[in-house]
């Protein structure tokens, strides 16, 4: 049957331009040079897409992780300010609670040299 069969396929892709190579059992078909090259271009396409592909969702996953480490950083900066305000804070609420004790002393000092100082008289 492959003897039938085989040469209705030959003059159809000879007369498509290509060429038939009949080795016992196995047929290859030749093509010619330009659809080789044709063939190879599709091929190139093809890898170069993918690539294209990959390469965009590769800088699209870097972008998010920077976009990321932004926030985080902007974070660390936040909860920094908030220490560091809430330091102060603190020092401040120190520093003024010094200042009153010692105007409170400053003034029973001066409450009690005039109260000697009406004892003597």
């Known amino acids: 049957m492959l003897?039938?069969?085989?040469?209705?396929?030959?003059?159809?892709t000879v007369a498509l331009g290509f060429e038939v190579m009949n080795s016992d059992f196995?047929?290859?078909?030749?093509?010619?040079?330009?659809e080789?090259?044709?063939?190879?271009d599709a091929y190139e396409r093809g890898i170069d897409t993918r690539l294209n592909t990959r390469?965009?969702?590769?800088?699209?996953?870097?972008?998010?992780?920077?976009?990321e480490n932004k926030a985080l950083k902007a974070q660390v900066?936040?909860?920094i300010f908030i220490a560091v305000s809430l330091l102060l804070l603190l020092l401040l609420g120190a520093v003024i609670f010094d200042w009153n004790?010692?105007?409170?002393?400053?003034?029973?000092e001066k409450t009690n040299t005039q109260s000697k100082l009406q004892l003597v008289r």
């Open 101 to 108: 004790r010692r105007r409170k002393i400053a003034l029973l």
């Open 36 to 40: 080789k090259r044709q063939a190879f």
């Open 26 to 34: 196995n047929v290859r078909i030749a093509f010619p040079e330009c």
């Open 55 to 67: 390469i965009l969702e590769l800088e699209k996953r870097y972008n998010f992780a920077q976009s």
């Open 3 to 12: 003897h039938f069969v085989l040469p209705v396929f030959s003059k159809l």
């Open 77 to 79: 900066r936040v909860k």
